[in-house]
């Protein structure tokens, strides 16, 4: 959810500015990075609209690219060669601990000389190639929080190459910025510390350093980081439940970001027309999923019946509560479903979980519903019903709710016990659109044929 929030505020800023949208994967780390975690990141980049403008780079391909970098580093001066173990830095570690002094790297094998370091190599000895900080500070401009600065005493020589050989994550990026011409990044702000590492990779191998913004984290209610491994939902999940891209883009983007007005509800074209990057705020941004939810209604409430129906259709066939061929050859009857059902909906699958029995008749009743209401005298209820609703020559929305005041007027009995039982037998659930809206939408052959079944179903039960 975080990478979709970034880069909403990456395409947005882009689009604004006449720019390109360019995507990367990360993927040098090979014990970290999966292939198989690429798609689905891919896939939800292109439900949301977000369309870049060149092909993909993928670092995992670009390793000579690297390779030149670092030596370009080493010839310079800028970097050097470090063969500490790992038992080595654990135990520098814990003696910085314990003297109470910053956890950074010692510079050990700063000093070592040609002869030394040829020594070692010749020994077979590994080692990892570090970033030399010089003394002074670094500071940068930075779109969200202006200017940002830090002593380089607190930034430790770093690595810039595996003992493979292969680029860390700092140096990748930062020869692909450089490479792809990128010349503005919009991040999380837990980035900042690697921003300040990045600006003296550019500096040793005189790049020019792109502009950076450092956007606010997304914040579960319990203002932990918002975290798969936390068991949050990400993009692909709340697709599937029935969010609509433009929702889940309006929602996000107003995560760290305000337009300073009232207005919430956007569509993405708005949003590329009235983005800039002044309206970042500095603060972290709480997901709150009910929220989102609400926006994804009205921005459902927005959309045609048509449209609706082009999007639901998947989905009750998908279902399998109806066929492909037979909602194209009754599309009209869908979109009148779509009609009765848009003041309940939230999620676009909403559709489908509240309005199956309009494409189904084997429903089960709602057990609680069913103890309630089914009881042994709406059974003759249901069945005179049923017979006067036989007898009309139009069943329309004035006839179906006449006929039923009618007969409860006759019977002496609240309009309630006739409409409950009838939405039960024709539904097989409590609650729904309006009854009589149900009724003339699913046809008089079909709701006799419901209530019938019913009167027959209460029969046996209380046999």
């Not at 689009?15 to 689905?40: C, M, N």
């Not at 910053?102 to 510079?107: F, G």
């Not at 595996?162 to 140096?171: C, E, F, K, V, W």
């Not at 194209?328 to 009857?333: A, C, G, L």
């Amino acid at each position: 959810m975080g990478t979709a929030r970034t880069a909403i505020a990456n395409y947005l800023f882009a689009r604004h500015a006449g720019g390109q949208f360019l995507i990367r994967i990360e993927d040098t780390d090979v014990a970290r990075s999966d292939p198989a975690l690429v798609e689905p990141i891919l896939s939800a980049l292109e439900w949301l609209g977000l369309k870049w403008d060149e092909e993909i780079v993928y670092q995992s391909r670009r390793l000579n690219l690297y390779k030149s970098a670092t030596q370009q580093i080493l010839d310079s001066g800028h970097g050097y060669r470090c063969f500490c173990t790992a038992e080595q830095l654990e135990q520098d570690r814990e003696h910085a601990r314990k003297e109470k002094l910053p956890l950074q790297y010692n510079r050990r094998c700063l000093g070592l000389t040609a002869d030394d370091i040829k020594q070692k190599l010749d020994r077979g000895e590994k080692c990892v190639i570090r970033l030399k900080i010089p003394d002074g500070e670094t500071t940068f401009t930075d779109m969200v929080s202006g200017l940002l600065r830090r002593g380089n005493e607190e930034i430790e020589d770093f690595i810039i190459a595996r003992s493979d050989g292969t680029a860390t994550y700092n140096l990748a990026v930062a020869v692909d910025d450089h490479e792809m011409g990128i010349t503005h990044v919009i991040r999380g702000n837990d980035h900042i510390t690697n921003t300040f590492k990045q600006i003296h990779i550019y500096n040793a191998l005189g790049y020019p350093a792109p502009t950076f913004g450092h956007i606010p984290l997304l914040l579960r209610p319990d203002k932990k980081k918002v975290s798969k491994r936390l068991g949050d939902k990400d993009v692909g999940e709340y697709r599937l439940e029935g969010i609509l891209p433009e929702a889940m883009f309006n929602f996000l983007c107003l995560l760290g970001w305000s337009p300073k007005t009232d207005r919430e509800i956007y569509s993405t074209d708005e949003l590329v027309e009235i983005f800039d990057a002044d309206y970042f705020n500095t603060s972290n941004a709480i997901f709150n999923e009910e929220k989102l939810i609400a926006f994804n209604r009205e921005h459902l409430i927005r959309k045609s019946d048509h449209e609706l129906a082009t999007m639901v259709a998947p989905l009750l066939v998908e279902a399998e509560l109806t066929t492909k061929y037979w909602l194209e050859t009754r599309w009209d009857y869908l979109r009148a479903v779509i009609r009765v059902l848009i003041d309940r909906v939230k999620r676009l699958s909403d559709f489908v979980s509240m309005g199956e029995y309009f494409f189904i008749f084997d429903y089960s009743y709602d057990p609680e519903a069913d103890q309630r209401t089914f009881t042994p005298d709406s059974a003759a209820l249901l069945g005179e019903l049923a017979d006067r609703f036989e007898k009309l020559d139009e069943f329309t929305l004035e006839n179906t709710e006449t006929t039923l005041s009618q007969m409860a007027d006759d019977s002496g009995i609240k309009r309630a016990k006739l409409i409950h039982p009838t939405r039960l037998a024709v539904s097989g659930v409590a609650a729904g659109p309006g009854l009589y809206d149900i009724l003339v939408l699913l046809t008089k052959p079909v709701v006799i044929e419901r209530m019938r079944k019913a009167v027959t179903y209460i029969e046996n039960k209380n046999k």
